[in-house]
Nanobody, 117 residues
Framework: QVQLAESGGGLVQAGGSLRLSCTVS????????MGWSRQAPGQERELVAH????????TYADSVKGRFTISKDNARNTVILEMNNLRAEDTAEYYC??????????WGQGTQVTVSS
């Protein structure tokens, strides 16, 4: 089993920046990808970005390309999501994810990001 510890998030004005951090612990050697998903009220949960821990390949939702950057620090088992030029529509609960090749997807408890326009 893996455990995910999220930090960051909060309230920011449109055009501002925030940084989300997620550290994985436990059975980490079978974690293949980590990333972030988000869910706004009344909407389905959607992938924001994820990164392959071994090779560093990344995937982004079209809505955040060019504004968000995901990176990893393997030594600290940590993934960072830098969010720039935030928009009101980025307001959501953001969840860290870790895909374990043996047990499937794991989810963090969520952190709120609110962008005021």
């Amino acid at each position: 089993q893996v455990q995910l510890a999220e930090s960051g998030g909060g309230l920011v004005q449109a055009g501002g920046s925030l940084r989300l951090s997620c550290t994985v612990s436990g059975r980490t050697f079978t974690v293949y990808t980590m990333g972030w998903s988000r869910q706004a009220p009344g909407q389905e949960r959607e992938l924001v970005a994820h990164i392959i821990l071994s090779g560093g390949g990344t995937t982004y939702a079209d809505s955040v390309k060019g504004r968000f950057t995901i990176s990893k620090d393997n030594a600290r088992n940590t993934v960072i999501l830098e969010m720039n030029n935030l928009r009101a529509e980025d307001t959501a609960e953001y969840y860290c994810t870790a895909y374990d090749t043996t047990t499937g997807q794991n989810w963090g408890q969520g952190t709120q990001v609110t962008v005021s326009s």
